[in-house]
């Protein structure tokens, strides 16, 4: 099991890096051609994209992953349940686009959510075989597929941008993405099955997919509120700089943690009998995630206005404190995400719907009191929340992860300690540095920051870090993430 997860992180995690790093080329090509407009217009027809995608039967499929036997039947139920949910969504998203478009006061919308809704009808080619790939902790053909589809979203991005497309570059990229994903996972999966569209006999299916939706539907309003919300008060412009300050931020949890996720989830399910390999895997995981997440925030904190200079140009500079608010809320949310996993795996998804639904009430309510302080404002909802989120979620999941709050302590200070020495390092720096070009004080403030952070983890986290290495050569079983 031990070397089926490592090959298994090695490839979800690495083909995800990879992947991002080839979309970043394009990404940040992209957003100097496009406009903080073009982006707030984007941002607005996520939120309709995001609760499709939460009714898109996912947590049905998750369903197959969690169960120890399967069958040819209950698949192909979940097959049909998949095909039925989004076509149906796809023609709901046509229909109701000019209500969207009202809302946000943006005509344009209505054209944009039309195309968009071209992406469910690849859907079920996509969560299917994902799901049953997973079962069998094979992120091999999934990263191979997603490889593909990243370069093809990196191809059309900058092509449409060039050619003046403007914000529909941004509706297109994605169809591109998803639609080569559905493809290539057909062609290496090789996963074919006949869908069947009677749900006799899917009790236990439905149960588990049901509670898992309820969760996500929390998710969706907990994740989602602050644009809808944003979208209603501010014009594209401002939504557009909000929009593009969380991107940056939340990359590590939007890309990297999810992949992560993907692994331990089926990891923790097949594990499930032993309540102490569970704690101790989720503890070993969470210091390995943090030892690289907290440097993250903590050094995008400190280095972010001559990133954005540098990365994406003098027009997006109003983003910079945004991001200083931002980064310091995402430790906290990089906590709240890693429990889910564990608690579903372990039969409990009850815990994740009951913390979803706490976040479903405090994060739009601070939203809702931000959004009239301006972006500003939004940024400090996010601070404010998610520490009280993550007190919820731990309390909640702790005890049937089987990890104590001291356990929890343990696993996070020593990253934490070295990281916040290292900010201090930079921002010291970055004070005495002469005037010079952002590229120049990026790359020495990176440098520093690399320097400075190997330096103090050798001093406050050598074991995590040994751990860590160990892992990576396959000296010794790695953890469940």
């Known amino acids: 099991m031990g070397v089926r997860i490592r090959s298994a992180v090695i490839w979800r995690s690495g083909s995800q890096i990879v992947g991002q790093a080839v979309m970043w080329m394009s990404t940040f090509l992209v957003l100097r051609l496009l406009t903080p407009a073009d982006y707030g217009l984007f941002a607005m027809t996520q939120g309709v994209l995001a609760l499709a995608q939460i009714l898109n039967g996912f947590s049905f499929a998750a369903s197959l992953v969690q169960a120890e036997q399967l069958d040819e039947k209950r698949v192909g139920q979940v097959f049909g349940a998949l095909i039925l949910m989004n076509g149906s969504i ?42 049953l ?30 050619a003046g497309m403007g914000v529909w570059t941004l509706v297109l990229a994605p169809l591109a993405l998803f639609t080569t994903r559905a493809i290539m996972l057909g062609l290496l999966g090789r996963w074919w099955i006949r869908p069947r569209f009677g749900m006799k006999g899917a009790g236990a299916t439905l149960g588990y997919g049901g509670t898992m939706l309820i ?33 940056l931020t939340q990359i590590l949890i939007n890309k990297f943690v999810p992949a992560l996720n993907d692994v331990a989830f089926p990891a923790y399910a097949r594990m499930q009998a032993d309540r102490q390999a569970v704690a101790a895997n989720f503890a070993k995981a969470l210091g390995l995630i943090m030892l690289v997440a907290l ?14 200079l540098t990365v994406m140009g003098p027009k997006w500079i109003e983003v910079v404190p945004l991001v200083r608010l931002l980064a310091f809320a995402m430790p906290f949310l990089t906590l709240h995400i890693l429990y889910p996993p564990a608690t579903n795996a372990l039969g409990r998804p009850r815990i994740s719907v009951t913390s979803a639904g706490a976040g479903a009430v405090l994060l739009p309510t601070s939203f809702m009191i931000g959004s009239h302080f301006g972006p500003i404002g ?16 731990s309390t909640l999941s702790l005890p049937v992860i089987g990890l104590s709050w001291r356990q929890l302590g343990s696993a996070i200070a020593p990253p934490l300690l070295a990281a916040l020495c290292m900010g201090a390092v930079v921002t010291g720096l970055d004070r005495l540095l ?48």
């Open 378 to 393: 939004m940024a400090t909802a996010w601070l404010m929340a998610t520490p009280v989120l993550v007190l919820i979620s």
């Open 215 to 247: 969760g996500d539907m929390l998710w969706f309003v907990q994740t989602q509120s602050d644009v809808i919300i944003a979208g209603r008060h501010f014009n594209p412009h401002m939504v557009g700089l909000y929009a593009e300050g969380l991107f």
């Open 434 to 481: 002469p005037p010079m070009l952002p590229v120049s004080r990026l790359g020495i403030l990176i440098s520093t920051g690399v320097i400075a952070y190997a330096g103090f983890v050798a001093l406050v986290a050598r074991p995590l870090a040994e751990r860590a290495l160990a892992a990576l050569r396959g000296n010794r079983p790695p953890a469940a993430a």
């Open 90 to 131: 796809a023609v709901a998203q046509f229909l109701c686009a000019p209500l969207a478009a009202s809302y946000f006061h943006q005509p344009l919308l209505v054209h944009m959510l039309r195309v968009q809704s071209l992406l469910h009808l690849t859907t079920p080619f996509i969560i299917m075989p994902q799901a």
């Open 295 to 308: 440097p993250c925030y903590v050094g995008l904190a400190a280095t972010v206005e001559p990133l954005v």
């Open 133 to 162: 790939l997973s079962r069998d902790i094979n992120f091999r053909t999934q990263g191979r597929a997603n490889l593909a589809a990243a370069l093809a979203g990196a191809i059309t991005a900058p092509t449409c941008a060039l």
